[in-house]
């Protein structure tokens, strides 16, 4: 008889199934003429936690894998970002730009880099861009730090504990012209994590299984 892996591993892959991303998506305001990008979405098992096998890891064990954004950059300046960008010629796929560009932005090892899943494109309007979150689990985790400070200031691993605390949880709200958009946040120990970024960890989270019920009503500026 078979069994059934369990654990977040599992979870996590369950959740490119069950996932579907909210229409509160600002729309590309130049769709023919947006880039493709992708993004790494890294999970891996908190350092202080022992290792005894990937199904072993429940959520509160785990990390996942964040920088912030230099505030010189024409966009996203100063935000909290998962490392990616732009697809080059020579990338494969999707999961080619993410782990290229996570390794030349953290200096992470890809090779101790599992994929999971390409997800499904999301727009991002600010950029005009079409971004990829490619979903992975660290194998392997690796030292990391910002390699070029001219676009990444800090890279940073968050624990998932601490994003799915309610406390930490509240929904952002950002004014556009005549458009007021809503969308769910973070605050840990004083980092905010909002827009494209905290929308798909919610995505994330609540395909998991993982989200618990937090105040959807708290509402602040970002």
């Known amino acids: 008889m078979s069994v059934t892996p369990r654990g977040a591993r599992a979870e996590l892959l369950a959740a490119t199934r069950a996932l579907s991303w909210s ?9 023919e ?19 005894t096998t990937r199904e072993a890891s429940v959520a509160r064990d785990l990390d996942v894998l964040l920088q912030r954004r230099a505030p010189t950059l024409s966009s996203h300046a100063g935000q909290v970002s998962f490392p990616g960008g732009r697809a080059e010629d020579a990338d494969a796929d999707a999961a080619a730009t993410a782990l290229r560009e996570a390794e030349e932005e953290t200096g992470l090892d890809p090779h101790g880099v599992e994929v999971l899943a390409m997800l499904p494109e999301v727009p991002l309007a600010v950029s005009n861009h079409r971004v990829t979150p490619v979903l992975a689990w660290w194998t392997s985790p690796s030292r990391v730090a910002a390699v070029d400070h001219a676009e990444t200031v ?30 769910p946040a973070f605050e840990v120990d004083g980092t905010i994590v909002w827009g494209f970024t905290a929308m798909v960890l919610h995505a ?3 395909a998991s299984g993982w989200t618990i019920p937090w105040n ?7």
Request: charged share 25%; proline share 10%; net charge negative.
């Open 33 to 51: 003429g947006a880039k493709p990008a992708s993004v790494l979405v890294l999970f891996g098992v908190l350092d202080d936690i022992p290792a």
């Open 204 to 206: 994330i989270f609540d």
């Open 23 to 31: 229409t509160s998506f600002p729309p590309l305001f130049d769709a």
């Open 154 to 183: 800090e890279v940073f691993r968050v624990p998932v504990a601490k994003l799915l605390d309610p406390a930490n949880r509240y929904m952002s709200v950002r004014h556009y012209g005549a458009q007021t958009f809503r969308a």
């Open 216 to 222: 959807e009503q708290d509402e602040r500026p970002v």
